[in-house]
């Protein structure tokens, strides 16, 4: 692997950066400002603003990789761009670039038809609307997505889709759309041919958004968590995709390189944690010395510059195994750094907390709210459980 990014992405890097600067850093405020005012779950004035702003400047859609339609970036060349964006935590969307809508993109670029490009996929690489994912289910244990017990069932030219989902990222803003809906389709089928997945519009008769979920108290509006009931849902058979019994396989294609995004991003969330912590531990006198000068200080961090740099080059790693010999061989790779990205990150901004003493777990730093979404990515998209089990097969299976 080489360790030096190309021209092309400093350059991005250096673009990407300049518009935090001008733009998202001195708005990060007003962004949570805006959505205390009135109807929680409105879309911003601000993001929309910043949005235009950041099409105009040519940083739009920059994920994408192996399609004309994104930036003609690579996951190795993308991760760099996501880091960056990862310190704020609106920033992915004012690039179109944020979770769910990334990975729906990716699912409709390769496996839908050309009329459901149309409809969906143009609209969201526009920044028009928003998309959900429907997987995880209240009733069962999630972890293992063979548990889903979600139906969707052929009835002649349509699918009737029943099941209650929860944790539907996005389902509570308005401009969701679209979702993608996984379930059975066949009971009898082997194990891994059960599931498929679907796509369904929001506005099909049936959808029943139950109640937006909070994380740690955050209710992260206006995108927001939901818990969504499927009643009687009918769409058109043509809005299968790939076909019955494909869902693992699109599952597969969709994680990996979301989980290269949420890696990167955290990273940019545990920059920003060290940045602040180095801050209050040299403005800070305790028991006769500044903070920065305590023995215990100086370790965390150290050790925290020590674990961003880690997990930084596992994950281009990862990222870089992904475009050269693809998900299936980078799978041990992708495991790891799921575990590893946010238990690194959730630990530095634990220290980051500390060192503000009371103030950490306020609001006024964000550190708070940051350990509340690194504590969820170890049980989002596979919790660490999961993805360590794995490791350890992978580990094992060389000495079979």
Known sequence: MIFEFSDKVKELQSRVQAFMDEHVYPNEQ?????????????????????????????????????????????????????????????????????????????VFERYASEELKERWLKPLLNGEIRSAFAMTEPAVASSDATNIESEITRDGDEYVINGTKWWTSGACDPRCKVLIFMGKTDKSASLYKQQSMIVVPMDTPGINVKRFLPVFGYDDAPHGHAEVEFKNVRVPA????????????????????????????????AERALEKMCKRVKSRVAFGKPIAEQTVTLERIAESRAMIEQARLLTLKAAYMMDTVGNKEAKAEIAMIKVVAPNITGKIIDWAIQAHGGGGVSDDFGLAFAYAHSRTLRLADGPDEVHRNQIGRLELKKYN
């Open 30 to 106: 007003l962004f949570y400002d805006q959505v205390a005012e009135g109807d929680r779950w409105q879309p911003t004035a601000i993001i929309e603003e910043l949005k235009a702003k950041a099409k105009e400047a040519g940083l739009w859609n920059l994920f994408l990789p192996e399609s004309d339609r994104g930036a003609g970036l690579t996951n190795l060349e993308y991760a760099p761009l996501c880091e960056i964006m990862g310190r704020v935590s609106f920033a992915p969307e004012v690039f179109n670039c944020s979770a769910p809508d990334t990975g729906n993109m990716e």
């Open 238 to 269: 043509d809005h299968i995709l790939l076909g019955e019994g494909r869902g693992f396989e699109i599952a597969q294609g969709r994680l990996g390189p979301g989980r290269i995004h949420h890696c990167m991003r955290q990273i940019g969330v």
